[in-house]
C-alpha cells in the first residue's frame, strides 16, 4: 500500500482539500482510534480513513473485532480492510502528514470520516438537556459528555449552540454523540414538544424568583441551560414550570455553564 509522505506534495494537498467540509458532504471528521472505535461500536458509516504508517495492522486488528453480520459498515469495513477495495479509502500517511492533516495537535495515529445520520429526539423518556445558545465548543462537549456519564436521555442544541459537528466539540464529547441523540433543533419546538410529552420544563437562572435545585424533584424533566454571557432567553423563562438554580454561598456571580450543568444533572 502506498504509504503518502511530506514529499508528495500534490497528494498531500489532495487529502487536505479531501479533508475540508466544501468537499464532505454529510459527513464529519474524528481523530484517534478511541473515537473510530465508538463510531463502529454505534454502527456509524465510515466513508474514509486516514491512517499513520506503522498503525494500519492494529486499524485491522480493531475492525475485525467488530465485525459482524449484523453490522453492515463494520462488515463492509473490515472487507475493505483485507481485499483493500476502493470503496472505503484507506490512506497511509506518515505522522507528520498526518499531523498537518488534522485538526488537533495530537490526532493519535488516525483520522477518519464519517456519515452523518438523520437522528430523531421525541421527549417520551425521562431526562434532557436543553443547550442555549451555549458557544464555547469545550463546554458544549463537556456537557453532552457529562448527560451521558448521568445517564440523561438526550441533549437539544437550540439556537446559536457551538456544532456538534465541529473537530473541538467531537473532541470533547469523546465519543458520548454515539451514545444518545445529539439533536438540533429551535428553542420554541423544543420547549413546546418537551412540555406536550409532560416533562418539567426546568430552566436555570440566577434571578431572584428561581428556587434551589434543592427543592426541585420532578420524574420527568428537560434542564435549560444558557448561553456563557446572557443567560437563558426570556422564551425559556416564559415557558418554565420551575426556574431553577445552584446556590452560591461565595462571591463569584455565576458558575460555568459546564460546571452547573455536572451539578444539575448529577443531582436532579
Ligand atoms: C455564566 S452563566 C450566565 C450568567 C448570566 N449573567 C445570567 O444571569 O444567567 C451561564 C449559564 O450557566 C448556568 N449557571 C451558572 N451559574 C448557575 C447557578 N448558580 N445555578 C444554575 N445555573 C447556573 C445557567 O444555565 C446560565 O445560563
Redesign the pocket.
Known sequence: MEIISAKDNKKVKAARKLLTKKYRKNSYLIEGFHLLEEALKAGRQVVQIFVEEGKLEKLGQMTALFADENSHSLFELEKMLTKNSDKLRINVVTKDVLKSLADSDSPQGLIAEVAKIEEWLDFSAAKYLLLENVQDPGNVGTMVRTADAAGFDGVCLLGETADPYSPKVMRSMQGSNFHLPVVKMSAETAFAAAKKSGLSLLT???SADSVSHKTVSPSRFALV????????SDLAVEMADQL???D?PGQAE????GV?AGILMFSL
Open positions: 436555570t437562572t440566577l441551560m444558557g448561553n456563557e454571557g446572557a443567560g437563558v431553577v438554580h445552584i452560591m455565576s458558575l460555568n455553564v452547573a
